[in-house]
């Protein structure tokens, strides 16, 4: 079974960066696992994904974060990241990673005007 346990959530101002981190144990290697993504929820509103990384290092972006967004990962500590740049209080959200089946607890990013 899989453990991920998110952090680096909290309070900033519009335009300011926020860093993500997804801690992994248990039986996946993130740099084995096949499908790594970062989703987001609003209140009231469906969870959406900002972020995805294939085994391969190829990396995909919805338009709505696409130059402001990056996932990025540390084999060696079976850590994936969210870099957020630009941040928007659209942005603000409950952010979650996801490694294969596996999902994070969450953590919460709110984006001040």
């Known amino acids: 079974q899989v453990q991920l346990v998110e952090s680096g959530g909290g309070l900033v101002q519009a335009g300011g960066s926020l860093t993500l981190a997804c801690a992994a144990s248990?039986?996946?290697?993130?740099?084995?696992?096949?499908?790594m993504r970062w989703f987001r929820q609003a209140p009231g509103k469906e969870r959406e994904w900002v972020a995805q990384m294939l085994p391969s290092g190829s990396t995909y972006y919805p338009d709505s974060v696409k130059g402001r967004f990056t996932i990025s990962r540390d084999n060696a500590n079976n850590r994936l990241f969210l870099q957020m740049n630009s941040l928007q209080p659209e942005d603000t959200a409950v952010y979650y990673c996801?490694?294969?089946?596996?999902w994070g607890q969450g953590t919460q990013v709110t984006v001040s005007s």
């Open positions: 248990g039986r996946t290697s993130i740099a084995s696992a096949y499908a």
């Open positions: 996801n490694v294969e089946a596996a």
